[in-house]
């Protein structure tokens, strides 16, 4: 547990020093081998308690009112009821390996605008050289544009295209349990002129460890 946390710092930007607040959630958190350490490198930051809506108090819970040991699930039942869109913490983009341009990253998804489940979103990179008959795309996320201009590397996809090419085209869906679903190909693997409706010739690549949260609908009067 200490560890999956540290790496998730990590991947994150943010610091065991820099981080305001760790709120403690579900059974995990109340083994003496998880909070003794936490207690160590949070001190007085960690949070264990939290005053609940009356209305979403579990007056069972062995923790007490204050409990937030099930606020996970509580979460999760608010963000399900109220129509919660997923959004990603960082930029997602794509980039090409190599060449002209190769580390212009081109974002396909901003950090915090909502991304509807199951709509496909289409772009086109151009191949500075096709001479070797495949295209290396780097999938990327972009936590900031001036200190990371080329993005993290989450996955490289190598697309087969035809050594005449100048363009790959790809296509990235969000699927219902949160996994980026990403294919491509040039236009002459398409088996269909319209790039809509085209089959494609290769299996997807799936990236399933993603950044993302969840953004509550503004409701009426302001706010979210």
């Not at 398409?190 to 399933?208: C, L």
């Given at each position: 547990?200490?560890?999956?946390?540290?790496?998730?710092?990590?991947?994150?930007?943010?610091?065991?020093?820099?981080?305001?607040?760790?709120?403690?959630?579900?059974?995990?958190?109340?083994?003496?081998?998880?909070?003794?350490?936490?207690?160590?490198?949070?001190?007085?930051?960690?949070?264990?308690?939290?005053?609940?809506?009356?209305?979403?108090?579990?007056?069972?819970?062995?923790?007490?009112?204050d409990d937030i040991g099930n606020s996970t699930a509580i979460g999760a039942a608010l963000l399900a009821a109220?129509?919660?869109?997923?959004?990603?913490?960082?930029?997602?983009?794509?980039?090409?390996?190599?060449?002209e341009g190769g580390d212009g990253f081109f974002p396909v998804f901003a950090a915090n605008d909502p991304v509807?489940?199951?709509?496909?979103?289409?772009?086109?990179?151009?191949?500075?050289?096709?001479?070797?008959?495949?295209?290396?795309?780097?999938?990327?996320?972009?936590?900031?544009?001036?200190?990371?201009?080329?993005?993290?590397?989450?996955?490289?996809?190598?697309?087969?295209?035809?050594?005449?090419?100048?363009?790959v085209r790809i296509r990235f869906t969000l699927d219902q349990h949160l996994s980026l679903k990403i294919i491509?190909?040039?236009?002459?693997?398409?088996?269909?002129?319209?790039?809509?409706?085209?089959?494609?010739?290769?299996?997807?690549?799936?990236?399933?460890?993603?950044?993302?949260?969840?953004?509550?609908?503004?409701?009426?009067?302001?706010?979210?």
């Amino acid at each position: 547990a200490i560890a999956r946390l540290k790496r998730t710092l990590s991947g994150s930007l943010v610091t065991e020093r820099t981080l305001s607040r760790l709120f403690l959630s579900g059974g995990t958190c109340n083994l003496q081998a998880v909070r003794e350490p936490l207690i160590k490198m949070f001190g007085d930051r960690l949070t264990t308690k939290l005053r609940l809506p009356v209305r979403f108090i579990d007056r069972n819970a062995t923790g007490g009112m204050d409990d937030i040991g099930n606020s996970t699930a509580i979460g999760a039942a608010l963000l399900a009821a109220y129509g919660a869109a997923p959004v990603f913490a960082t930029a997602v983009g794509i980039r090409t390996a190599g060449g002209e341009g190769g580390d212009g990253f081109f974002p396909v998804f901003a950090a915090n605008d909502p991304v509807p489940f199951d709509e496909p979103r289409d772009v086109r990179m151009f191949v500075s050289d096709a001479s070797s008959g495949v295209a290396r795309l780097l999938i990327c996320e972009q936590f900031d544009a001036v200190t990371q201009p080329a993005g993290r590397l989450l996955r490289m996809i190598a697309v087969p295209i035809d050594t005449s090419e100048n363009w790959v085209r790809i296509r990235f869906t969000l699927d219902q349990h949160l996994s980026l679903k990403i294919i491509a190909a040039g236009r002459m693997n398409i088996k269909q002129e319209a790039f809509g409706d085209g089959r494609w010739p290769h299996e997807p690549t799936w990236i399933h460890a993603l950044n993302l949260g969840f953004k509550l609908p503004e409701f009426e009067g302001g706010g979210a």
